[in-house]
C-alpha cells in the first residue's frame, strides 16, 4: 500500500488524478524521449512524480535519475516508480545539479525551463552533466500560443515564455544540431486545438498553424557560444 499521496494543483501531473488530455501532452513526450534513450543513462530534471523516470525505465534506458525540488514529489516518485537497478529520484536543485561533469548520456527536462528564471544557468548546468555528443531532449510552450501580447506569461507557474527563434537562439548557446519538434498544433484563424493528436512531429510555425508545445533535441557542444 501506497503511503504518499499528491493532489493536482496544476503544477505536477499526478497519475489518476490529472485529467487525461493534461497527461496525455505530457505521457507523450516522454513516449518520443523514451525513443531516443534505449540502453542510455538519463538524468529526467524537473521529473516531478515520477511517472516519465519510470516510463522511460521500462521501455528501454539502461538507468534513469529523476530529480525534482519537491520533497513530496520525489517521496511520492520513489515509492511508486523507485527501482534500485533501473530508476532512483533525488531532490534537488535543477540549477544547481548534484552530479559529476559528463555523466548521462540524455539529459530530458520537459515544461522547465519556463519556471526558471536563470535559464541560461540551468542549461549550462544540463550541458555540464552531459557526456560529449550527448542530447538534451528540453520541451517549453511557445509563446506565440500562450502569451504573445503578454507582458508577463498567463500561467502563474511561469516567469519566462519563449518565442520559437528565441528559443532556438538560445540553445544555440550552449548545443550544436539544434532539431525542434512540435506538439498540440493551434489553428491560428481561431486558436483551435487537435485533441486527438499528442504525438510529437515536426514543428508547425506558420501563418496558418502554430506548434503549442516546442520540444528541442540538441546535442551537447565542448564550449558554450556567447
Known sequence: MCRTDMEFTGERVVPGKTPQTIYDEHIYRYIFAASLAENKVVLDVACGTGYGAGYMAEKGSSKVVGVDMSVEAVDYARERFGNDDKASFICADAI????????????????????????????????????????LICSTPNRR????????PMNTYHVKEF???????????????????GQCDVKLSDNSVDRTNYSVHD?????LMSSAYMIAVARKQSKSRS
Do not use: M, Q
Open 163 to 181: 518565442w520559437p527563434e528565441e528559443f532556438y537562439r538560445l540553445l544555440r548557446r550552449y548545443f550544436d544540431d539544434i532539431a525542434l519538434y
Open 96 to 135: 544547481r545539479l548534484p552530479f559529476g561533469d559528463n555523466t548521462f548520456d540524455i539529459v530530458v527536462s520537459f515544461e522547465t525551463i519556463e519556471h526558471i528564471r536563470p535559464y541560461g544557468k540551468f542549461l549550462a548546468e544540463c550541458r555540464r552533466v552531459l557526456k560529449e555528443n550527448g542530447l
Open 203 to 207: 514543428f508547425n510555425d506558420n501563418e
Open 145 to 152: 500560443i500562450f502569451s504573445p501580447k503578454l507582458a508577463k
